[in-house]
């Protein structure tokens, strides 16, 4: 193997074997990218175990998924953000243009009194349209900073069409930057500067000393010098001198200048993100940068065990219920949501998962303190029968309620308090103790239009570079169909579709629905645990799914938990589905089922004995007048047919939803070698 040693100026190739400065390398290829990792030694290839390796930087194979789906969810982001920029350049060009030739004319039109003089005042006159031009412009660029900023004769990807639309005449393109934050090998600077096209530069940051110098070794052996930024540095810090510098770089107007904030910050700790986000709002763009954030403390919010650290960590309250890895989601939403909030930013969910033993959501960040008014009424909390039956019931924390404006063409939204509780403390369909939960945000956790688009990125992607695809188009398309649009919002999105198509621009009043919206169908739930309550055989998916939908309602699965079933029918429904599917199909042994439980409440064995006593005693005699309302209330409740073939799903197309344990003892590993600060990952 000695004699196969390269050097690091060799081209990278998977599983060579490189030689630089007295040590040895084994290259590992993920994506376009290769990482050096330190060969074993004899001695340590004795005591590991064959996944196992030395090392002095994280490096977790088992994320692949999770970056292979970053780069694309961020090349479907940044085709649409670089063709914005484009567009705002080429309007303000025009802007200017328009100026100097208002200018030129206003030049013109003034009197020559350089005639009446000598030949030499004549000569001065005619500079002045260009200095006063040159003024115009230098006004005009400040106006529009933000879409001109740092232009760069970076040469444009010619496999990108979308991307370069608009700058074939200059032949530049508008920056896109990056921001590795906790970067690690560099492994997925690395991967952003191969394979996303438009990008203009990364910056890897670590603390570590030994994870720089293992980026900078990296970045040589990938020859991407020019594309990749390496930074050694606090994360925090590197973040909190971008915002004070941009802070203290005013115009004598108090206006910022230029602003050298990133396109995307990525943030990929081991543990929580909660101590970099206050910091990466307000490092990322403001007109609608994009903020991604992986959470792996699962055993926090996704548990009942550390209330007190999750309500430190994310302002809420987890769970103890089986949709609890859901409502993890929403809270870290939630403690990204109040950490913009206080500087007048707003964030709008484009993608959020529950992924394994973790937590990765895609967040569009902007600048718009009318749209934070809204974030009271889109924050919920939750009440929870964790020691019953596990139904829920949500209570939002204000009220967005829309009014018609003065001239009766429209309405405006007032922003109030809301009515509460929306539960007695004991539950109403069991009668166990309610708890709380939260608070936690309740708008849409995902994008259908954002999820598309990487879907149309996945269909582009070569397999042998991204390896996880089957299994990213399975959950994508797993998270587009929980989607589950209330009648007034399909409505909305037809209106919208049309005026789109027409030519004509959206209503504004589309904007503040779009900003007031919640989902009024979170969570989902699991047949078998609901049969393990009731003590009956559990129902199979397909004539369960196939009763919910012949009462009405909508029924699909969530991303987050093979099995669940996430539907827009309330819990008095549900009930009663499964109490029709025991008397029709899966009878039970009553007396087993002990009086007091919440199932033995489920079935109303009780209310069922009390009416045979009432029936042996009377012989005859008319009913009481309960009796009569309860079997009246039995009679109002629709007929249930389980329709096996009502409820099979499409099937055409095959799809990896749910990941396969790929190997033992596999997770989130340990700790890379090296003494840093608990914040940090070395990923």
């Not at 100097?100 to 003089?117: E, I, T, V």
């Not at 404006?405 to 809301?418: D, I, L, P, Q, R």
Request: charged content about 25%.
């Amino acid at each position: 193997m000695a004699s196969e040693a390269k050097d690091i100026t060799a081209p990278p190739a998977d599983k060579q074997v490189i030689a630089h400065e007295g040590k040895r390398y084994v290259t590992v290829k993920e994506g376009l990218a290769h990482i050096l990792v330190p060969e074993p030694s004899e001695e340590d290839k004795e005591n590991l175990r064959p996944d196992q390796a030395v090392r002095q930087v994280f490096y977790n194979p088992i994320q692949q998924y999770n970056r292979d789906l970053t780069v694309l969810a961020i090349k479907a982001y940044g085709k649409e953000a670089v063709q914005q920029k484009q567009a705002s350049h080429s309007k303000l060009e025009k802007i200017i243009e328009k100026k100097r030739k208002r200018q030129a004319q206003k030049q013109d039109q003034q009197p020559n009194k350089a005639q009446k003089g000598a030949d030499g005042e004549k000569a001065t006159t005619e500079p002045a349209t260009d200095a006063t031009s040159a003024e115009t412009v230098q006004n005009n660029g400040e106006e529009a900073k933000d879409a001109t900023e740092q232009e760069t004769d970076v040469p444009v990807e010619q496999g990108d069409k979308q991307a370069t639309n608009g700058t074939a005449k200059t032949g530049k393109q508008p920056p896109f930057t990056v921001l590795d934050a906790l970067s690690a090998s560099g492994l997925r600077a690395l991967r952003y500067a191969h394979e996303i096209p438009f990008l203009t530069s990364v910056t890897a940051n670590d603390l570590l000393a030994t994870a720089v110098e293992s980026i900078k070794l990296n970045v040589k052996h990938n020859r991407l010098e020019d594309k990749v930024n390496v930074c050694h540095d606090d994360a925090l810090a590197h973040m909190y001198t971008l915002i004070a510098k941009e802070l203290r770089a005013k115009d004598p107007k108090g206006k910022p200048t230029m602003s050298e904030k990133y396109d995307v910050v990525d943030l990929d700790p081991y543990g929580t993100a909660a101590p970099f986000l206050d910091a990466a709002v307000q490092s990322v763009r403001d007109d609608g940068g994009l903020l991604c954030v992986t959470c792996t403390d699962s055993g926090v919010w996704a548990s009942n065990g550390y209330p007190e650290k999750c309500y430190s960590l994310y302002g809420g309250v987890p769970v103890k219920a089986w949709f609890s890895h859901e409502v993890g989601i929403r809270l870290v939403l939630y403690s990204i949501q109040t950490a913009a909030a206080k500087y007048g930013l707003t964030i709008e969910p484009l993608l959020s998962l529950s992924i394994d033993f973790y937590i990765r959501v895609f967040v569009r960040v902007k600048k718009s303190p009318a749209a934070v008014k809204f974030q009271g009424g889109k924050n919920m909390m939750v009440y929870n029968c964790d020691s019953g039956c596990g139904a829920w019931s949500t209570q939002l924390l204000m009220r967005n309620k829309p009014s018609p404006n003065k001239k009766g063409s429209g309405v405006f939204y007032k922003h109030t308090f809301a009515q509460g509780p929306s539960v007695d403390k004991g539950c109403e369909h069991c009668g166990s103790t309610m708890h709380m939960a939260g608070p936690m945000y309740g708008g849409r956790i995902h994008s259908p239009d954002f999820i598309k688009r990487v879907l149309g990125e996945l269909d582009e992607a070569p397999t042998d570079v991204y390896g996880t695809t089957l299994r990213i188009r399975g959950m994508l398309q797993t998270a587009l169909e929980e989607i589950l649009l209330t009648p007034e919002e399909q409505e909305a999105e037809k209106a919208k579709e049309e005026a789109i198509q027409a030519g004509k621009k959206p209503d504004p009043a589309f904007r503040e629905a779009e900003l007031a919206a919640i989902d009024p169908y979170p969570f989902y739930f699991h047949p078998a645990t609901i049969s393990g309550i009731l003590k009956c055989s559990c129902p199979p998916e397909a004539p369960l799914k196939g009763a919910l939908r012949g009462l009405g309602y909508r029924v699909t699965r969530s991303h987050c938990k093979p099995g669940s079933i996430k539907t827009d029918a309330p819990w008095s429904i549900i009930w009663h589905v499964f109490r029709e599917w025991i008397r029709q199909k899966a009878p039970v042994k009553e007396e087993n089922i002990k009086p007091g439980t919440p199932g033995y409440r489920l079935l109303r064995l009780g209310e069922k004995k009390k009416q045979e006593e009432q029936a042996e005693q009377a012989e005859g005699a008319e009913a009481p007048k309960e009796q009569q309302s309860e079997q009246a209330e039995a009679e109002k409740m629709p007929e249930v047919v389980f329709d096996e073939q009502l409820g099979r799903d499409d099937k055409t197309v095959k799809l990896v939803r749910y990941q396969a344990n790929p190997r033992e003892n596999w997770g989130p590993l340990n700790r890379a070698v090296g003494k840093v600060p608990s914040h940090h990952r070395k990923d």
